[in-house]
């Protein structure tokens, strides 16, 4: 099963904004979605938003409402996330994972197949 690639991190200031790529061209078949998650050093794996291939439902983690929107490209099998007024807790290496059983999920084991990581950093 080929993971999928992530992309468009890099080094921003306080309030700048980034978006995400997360490449799923090896996408399981009758996949839910892909969710983003993102670990900060010394830190649990947090997750981010997810988001539903067929129905395009999102959702997301409290820290980020209203700042970060997942979509995603089904015809391209790459989602995104934008990352608005970004913040110095928000440094971290960002992943995106697959979620196969139908239904929003929250918790990292309820993700298969993840990318290697795209680094955000936010200056303050």
């Known amino acids: 099963q080929v993971r999928p690639v992530e992309s468009g991190g890099g080094t921003v200031q306080a309030g700048a904004s980034l978006r995400l790529s997360c490449l799923a061209s090896g996408r399981v078949l009758g996949s839910y979605g892909m969710g983003w998650f993102r670990q900060a050093p010394g830190k649990e794996r947090e997750f981010v938003a997810g988001f539903a291939w067929d129905t395009g439902d999102s959702w997301y983690g409290d820290r980020v409402k209203g700042r970060f929107t997942i979509s995603g490209d089904v015809a391209k099998n790459t989602v995104y996330l934008q990352a608005n007024n970004l913040r110095s807790d928000d440094t971290a290496i960002y992943y995106c994972?697959?979620?196969?059983?139908?239904?929003?999920?929250?918790?990292?084991?309820?993700?298969?197949?993840w990318g290697q990581g795209t680094q955000v950093i936010v200056s303050s």
């Open positions: 994972a697959s979620r196969l059983a139908m239904g929003m999920a929250w918790s990292p084991d309820q993700y298969v197949s």
